[in-house]
């Protein structure tokens, strides 16, 4: 466990396996060289370190290093500038998104553009803080708030508490320094260092937010700006409000697993869970209170398969169609009393201490949180009744209502004050970043912005084919965009 002071000094330590790559001064041309063997990197791409500092209230104080990646352009008389890759989370590598959709990003586009990404603060290659959390607070069903069997929430608000102990005890000016607001200052040191007047943007789910924020404060660097699945900007909800639309996202997407598993092709994969839609549904509740009453052992020494976990795993199947087959395996292995369920891999140890800590800590010291224990457990009872598939979480007290300090800084309205160059697109039915989220930040850009909502389910739109069923439609639109700038006159559905 690193001190506060330990964590300021920056170094070579955010890098355990780093590149050779030398570290560029904000503002400062970037060196760029091999890509540590960790990022696994989509062939040409390289890496490099951008020095920015620790506060930037501060700039000639303690600094931090952020792991920066390149995919250039093969076909240089087509360049017509970068575009940055920025990712979702709290918590996402741009770095390893950049290896995972670089290739048919620069596909895509045709070589009109080099393609760049940075690990944020607090990820990946990029300097890390710690909590110094115990393992068993580490675990995604306890890192995020799911009640207990009976609804109540006494051991999530103990344990949300000693997270917030621990890490302000232990996370020190680096945790405190995760921030949207930073990151977007991080972006625009970024933008100096690769010598770009302006740049253009594909973001992602919370990145979104990062990238909304930035076309905010930075107008004139803008160039194309795609927000692909957006949340609530409203800063009375912000994070809070992220969290809590997870429940009306898991009821909006949930039809679409439930027609998938009562269709009559998945007989022949013994993966077919019902008769009907409904039946899938009834069945799903049924086994998550079975298990909320008696849990299951697992393939992983120690670790249940309870009602909460379930519920998870249902979570996190509804992000993608190619999920929908492991979650009916699961719910077939629950089905049979002689066999040990196989947990999801995400589900099944505890996340490094680094990413709990940027997990909670974002979103922590972006926006003040309710603090009244009652208040959320009445809140939760009220959610479990409305969206039984998520059991209470998105309503559930967490870390945030006990963090020391408050948020580090006011968060701020997003305003439709700039030029006209966001395109926006939305899943129909998203789990994550419900469709009424994305409205929300589309109605805060006014004519900044245009919609493009598509008629399918799943987080994440552009360029998912390979990851679930894909959308023809919303992808000849963005790329139009990203190659002519042309957008659709009014907002449009796919």
């Not at 760049?116 to 290659?125: K, N």
């Not at 990413?355 to 009445?378: E, L």
């Not at 042309?486 to 796919?494: K, N, S, T, Y």
Request: glycine letters at 10%; charged letters at 20%; proline letters at 7%.
């Amino acid at each position: 466990m690193l001190a506060s002071a330990g964590l300021v000094a920056v170094g070579g330590a955010a890098h355990a396996d780093a590149p050779a790559a030398a570290s560029a001064a904000a503002g400062g041309a970037l060196s760029w060289g091999d890509c540590a063997a960790s990022v696994k990197a989509a062939d040409g791409q390289r890496c490099a370190v951008l020095s920015v500092p620790l506060d930037h209230a501060d700039p000639t104080g303690p600094r931090i290093e952020l792991a920066v990646s390149r995919l250039a352009s093969a076909r240089p008389e087509a360049r017509r500038g970068t575009l940055i890759v920025i990712p979702g989370g709290p918590g996402g590598s741009g770095v390893q998104r950049l290896a995972q959709k670089g290739a048919a990003l620069a596909k895509e586009t045709g070589g009109a553009y080099d393609l760049v990404a940075f690990d944020p603060r607090g990820v990946g290659g990029s300097t890390k803080a710690r909590c110094g959390l115990a393992a068993e607070d580490r675990w995604m069903v306890t890192v995020r708030s799911w009640p207990a069997a009976d609804g109540s929430i006494a051991a999530n608000a103990e344990r949300a508490r000693r997270i917030a102990d621990a890490c302000a005890r232990n996370g020190g000016a680096v945790l405190r320094g995760l921030t949207t607001a930073n990151q977007v200052r991080d972006m625009e040191l970024l933008r100096q260092a690769l010598g770009e007047e302006k740049v253009s943007a594909w973001a992602t789910s919370y990145g979104t937010y990062v990238a909304a924020r930035y076309a905010q404060e930075h107008p004139g660097r803008t160039d194309r700006w795609v927000l692909d699945s957006s949340a609530d900007p409203d800063p009375r909800r912000v994070a809070y409000g992220w969290l809590a639309d997870m429940a009306k996202g898991a009821e909006d997407r949930f039809p679409d697993f439930a027609a998938w598993a009562s269709h009559p092709d998945r007989a022949g994969d013994g993966l077919r869970l019902a008769d009907t839609p409904e039946g899938v549904r009834t069945l799903v509740l049924d086994l998550a209170a079975r298990l909320d009453r008696a849990p299951r052992a697992t393939t992983v020494p120690g670790a249940v398969l309870d009602g909460a976990s379930f519920r998870q795993a249902l979570q996190l199947a509804l992000y993608s169609d190619a999920a929908f087959p492991a979650f009916a395996l699961l719910v077939d292995q629950v089905l049979d009393p002689e066999a040990s369920p196989v947990l999801p891999p995400e589900l099944s140890g505890a996340m490094p201490d680094e990413a709990a800590a940027v997990t909670v800590g974002v979103i922590c010291n972006d926006v003040d949180w309710p603090r009244s224990v009652p208040a959320y457990a009445r809140a939760v009872a009220a959610d479990r009744a409305r969206y039984p598939l998520t059991g209470g979480m998105p309503a559930n007290v967490t870390p945030c209502a006990f963090w020391k300090g408050g948020a580090v800084e006011k968060p701020v309205r997003l305003t439709d004050d700039g030029p006209s160059n966001i395109l926006m697109i939305q899943n129909l039915r998203d789990p994550a970043t419900p469709h009424a989220s994305g409205l929300r930040m589309r109605a805060a850009l006014g004519e900044r912005a245009r919609l493009v909502s598509v008629d399918r389910g799943g987080h994440g739109v552009y360029l998912t084919a390979a990851g679930g069923a894909g959308n023809a439609c919303g992808d000849r639109t963005v790329t139009r965009f990203l190659l002519t700038g042309e957008r659709p006159d009014a907002d449009v559905r796919c």
